[in-house]
């Protein structure tokens, strides 16, 4: 599987629905009503999804795409979401209001919509699209589960995550660069930690991840060495092979970093967030749980849940093999 290198996302997202368009016009219809759920579903929402799909509801096409393939009859349900495809990928772009769309795009997997026998330019349209919704999503300035929950749901339907870390590995740009640290801070924090899963790539080895990571090493030296008022991004690029007995520590951020930071000389530091500058350590908020010590070493944990990580409490060796974790 290629997929197409897209320096412009949202030039090639653009273009990718306008192809979607044509491409699945040319679907067939089905050949007999749609045989659904009569539990969840109508009768009069089984015959709109079996009509004009521009004539089925925003509500209607959102239900249908969450719902289980078990629902729907086997032989009917890769038709139906190829007839719907181009509302799809409408839903789950930058104008849609699809909240997470893993879920929904991994119903094209092998187990629901078969999307890998699909006709092929069927198939290479969609992938095209998938592709600029990997850029925009790592430009845009989401947070890191944004990213991860759709490349984990496209993962699911095409059957493969490499091509898709090697598409994002490939794209550049300021916004990029922020978005791919982004990423790589939360995968590498969650394998160091020993809690790194797949929510929607069900099939996924998370060795997959541990190859990948350590390759973005220069980019993510690169960008703390172009943007050194992020929070910590010189001081704490690496991530220790083994933490240190009783005090563990965690990479430091960005990893919430949402847009590149201002270069304009300031009063204070850039907190990883990008809003308002620190003077001080002290600065960061307090919480019980960091205990008499304070808040650790770097800006990692500020939630309750993260600062629990640092009351006293030594992390576990993750299962990456030796020297796969980022290090310095």
């Known amino acids: 599987m290629t997929v197409p290198h897209t320096p412009d996302p949202l030039a090639a997202w653009r273009r990718a629905l306008t192809e979607a368009d044509r491409i699945f016009a040319a679907t067939p219809p089905l050949e007999a009503p749609v045989d659904g759920c009569t539990h969840c579903y109508p009768e009069s929402e089984l015959h709109l999804l079996g009509g004009d799909p521009d004539a089925v509801p925003d509500d209607l096409l959102g239900c249908f795409m969450r719902e289980v393939p078990s629902h729907w009859d086997p032989d009917q349900y890769s038709v139906l979401w190829r ?94 660069d922020a978005g791919l640290v982004r990423l790589a801070f939360d995968w590498a924090t969650d394998l160091l930690w020993d809690e790194f899963r797949f929510s929607w790539w069900y099939d996924g080895d ?47 951020l960005p990893a919430r970093l949402r847009q590149v930071p201002e270069t304009a000389p300031s009063a204070g530091r850039t907190r990883p967030c990008g809003k308002r500058p620190v003077r001080a350590r002290r600065a960061w908020h307090a919480h019980p749980a960091y205990g008499a010590a304070g808040p650790p070493a770097c800006g990692l944990a500020r939630s309750p849940r993260r600062a629990g990580r640092h009351a006293g409490v030594a992390p576990t060796q993750n299962s990456l093999p030796s020297g796969s974790a980022i290090t310095t």
């Open 206 to 252: 998370p060795r997959t991840i541990a190859t990948w990571l350590p390759a973005q090493r220069p980019r993510v030296a690169a960008f703390a060495a172009a943007h050194p008022r992020v929070q910590d991004s010189q001081g704490h690029l690496g991530r220790p092979r083994r933490p240190h007995r009783g005090r563990p520590q965690p990479v430091a």
């Open 83 to 176: 007839r719907l495809m181009p509302r799809a990928l409408r839903h789950w772009g930058p104008d849609g209001e699809a909240v997470d769309p893993a879920a929904e795009i991994g119903h094209l997997g092998a187990d629901g919509a078969g999307f890998a026998h699909w006709p092929e330019p069927e198939r290479a349209v969609t992938l095209r699209a998938f592709g600029a919704l990997l850029g925009i999503a790592l430009t845009d300035g989401g947070a890191a589960g944004d990213i991860t929950g759709l490349l984990e749901g496209i993962a699911h339907a095409t059957g493969d995550l490499d091509p898709w870390l090697a598409h994002i590995s490939g794209l550049s740009g300021p916004g990029t």
